[in-house]
């Protein structure tokens, strides 16, 4: 864990927020892009999370997944027990519901 120095008045606000922020999404478990949406909420549930960070194969963060949008896509009509996470994008892709036509 690092530890931040805070100030009464920070010179820039904005970035300091921003940067704590940015530290905050960089933390938490780490999924490869090919977990299915069940496990994925498994080793949320397991971590006590609200977010998991999507990686390549390579180990790469390509993405980020909260618990709400696997939740919408698991409660949707067109769910399957086969959807993977690089088959609904990661927290800069298309909205899971867009993706769930998509057959792999």
């Known amino acids: ?3 931040v120095q805070t100030q009464l008045h920070p010179a820039n606000a904005d970035s300091t ?6 530290a905050a999404q960089e933390a938490g478990p780490r999924v490869w892009d090919d977990m299915t949406v069940e496990v994925a909420l498994s080793v949320m549930a397991g971590a006590r999370v609200r977010h998991l960070l ?4 390579d180990g790469m963060r390509t993405g980020l997944i909260t ?3 696997l939740t919408a896509v698991r409660d949707s009509s067109g769910y399957t027990d086969r959807m993977r996470l690089c088959d609904i994008g990661g927290g800069s892709g298309p909205s899971p ?3 769930l036509g998509r057959a792999r």
């Open 1 to 3: 864990m690092t530890l």
């Open 17 to 22: 927020h921003t940067a704590m922020v940015h």
């Open 54 to 57: 999507i990686c390549d194969e």
């Open 67 to 69: 618990l709400a949008r």
């Open 97 to 99: 519901l867009a993706a």
